[in-house]
């Protein structure tokens, strides 16, 4: 009997389905509550939530946050915390609107010249990231806390945006630079579609791929059914997307006016879908590249690495301190390139844009999974709590709650979320 209980005791414990699938239950748990949240709102709303008018606005209204939130990462997941993204997007959108309104007409001769949009950005993107690499040289260098400098960056960055404008709303910005913006640019449907197929190849060919690199050092591998599931997943949502956004059709007045600018006539009974937005598209390239750089890059090991352990990062040679000025350049640099996007997106400057943000980005990272206490974080996870925070947001306003108490449940969902994951990481064991 006692050979019979211990070889029961002895035997494999049987895997689950979840497990044999290698899903990451948190990430599932994010997924499965947004589209609770998202069924919610569209029956509350009678179905108005869920059409492609209202999820293509829900995309470009999330981007500007979800690029910030992706380089909030990379702050949070080394132990610092930036409260300044929200004013350094409005100075570096400053920036951006008085190089192609007051400046650069003068030199290039003119409005919408070709060169005005390029020339705004890449201004813009180095102001952000100089200005990120100063907060960065403050905490790095000079061993001011992260939150003190951010605080004080709060304060400096809104009022030097003001300055720059003297106080006025700036437009209507460059045409091409507008592009950014959303639903001034995008890539209609036949674009879209092809882009879809390009990254459903992509993403079949990365499993694929990873399999094989898998079973080349001798890893556990899952089955090939289960492969085969998530490809047909990630197909399906990819493809999903783009269908949506293809079916919220192009006003009639509007394509009127694009067939007249080309000299010809629009035939009788044509749609034309808008398709991925430019910003959309944007977002997903710097998901991309974030989590390569996090995953497969020594910048990358060297972030979590310091996350982790701080100490035991500087002692096996890791320069923490410069490290420290990379990962707030990029934060600055990211929120330049939010700050274009939102600008575009609303045409003009205004002295309130971002206002707010460092609070919405934060909860992003936070309701993603990035641990305050640092060392974990996904970039994946961060767009996922952008889009559930602006989802959350949304379906309030379209509901008609009132702003103040739209805050307080964007407030309350903030600690419900860190409350979940410190839970969530007692009951697995994780650090």
């Keep these: ?62 981007v500007s946050v979800a690029l910030m939130a992706t380089g909030m990462v990379f702050v949070i997941v080394t132990r610092h915390i930036d409260l300044s993204v929200g004013s350094l997007l409005a100075t570096c959108s400053a920036v951006m609107a008085m190089t192609q309104t007051a400046i650069l007409p003068d030199l290039l001769g003119g409005l919408n010249h070709p060169l005005t949009a390029p020339i705004a950005l890449v201004i813009g993107l180095c102001v952000g990231a100089l200005i990120g690499a100063f907060n960065g040289w403050l905490i ?15 304060l400096v960055w809104r009022n030097v945006a003001w300055y720059l404008t003297n106080g006025q709303t700036i437009g209507p910005l460059d045409a091409n630079f507008r592009l950014l913006g959303g639903i001034n640019g995008t890539l209609g449907e036949t674009g879209s579609w092809i882009v879809g197929i390009v990254a459903v190849v992509a993403a079949l060919l990365a499993l694929a791929s990873g399999r094989r ?4 050092h001798d890893f556990p591998v899952k089955p090939l059914w289960a492969e085969i599931l998530l490809g047909a997943i990630m197909a399906a949502v990819i493809l999903g997307f783009v269908a949506v956004l293809n079916a919220y059709d192009v006003p009639e007045n509007r394509l009127e006016r ?13 749609t034309e879908g808008y398709g991925i937005p430019y910003s959309v598209l944007l977002l997903i390239i710097v998901a991309i590249v974030m989590t390569v750089v996090a995953r497969k890059t020594r910048l990358g090991r060297y972030i979590f690495a310091t996350g982790g352990n701080p100490d035991a990062a500087e002692l096996s040679g890791i320069n923490t301190r410069l490290l420290t000025v990379k990962v707030f350049a990029i934060m600055g640099f990211l929120c ?28 992003a990272a936070v309701i993603g999974g990035t641990a305050l206490a640092g060392g974990i ?3 994946y996870g961060a767009i996922l709590g952008a889009l559930i925070m602006q989802s959350l947001q949304s ?26 994951d410190i839970l969530y990481r007692k009951r697995t064991g994780a650090k």
């Design 1 to 62: 009997m006692a050979d019979t209980a211990a070889a029961k005791g002895d035997a494999p414990r049987r895997k689950s389905l979840l497990d044999t699938l290698e899903v990451d239950t948190r990430l599932l748990g994010m997924i499965g509550a947004f589209v609770v949240l998202c069924l919610v709102f569209n029956i509350i709303t009678d179905g108005r939530f869920l059409t492609p008018r209202n999820v293509f606005n829900l995309t470009i209204q999330t």
């Design 140 to 154: 790095g260098y000079l061993t001011i806390p992260a939150f003190i400098v951010t605080l004080g960056g709060l």
């Design 213 to 216: 690199s898998k079973k080349a």
């Design 258 to 270: 694009l067939f007249e600018a080309r000299g010809e006539t629009m035939p009788e009974g044509y």
């Design 336 to 363: 330049a390139l939010s700050a274009a996007v939102a600008s575009a997106r609303l045409t003009f400057h205004s002295n309130d844009i971002g206002t707010l943000d460092e609070l919405r980005v934060i909860a």
């Design 377 to 379: 974080g996904t970039i």
């Design 395 to 420: 379906g309030m306003a379209m509901v008609g709650v009132d702003a103040p108490f739209q805050n307080i449940v964007v407030g309350a969902v903030l600690v419900v979320a860190v409350l979940v």
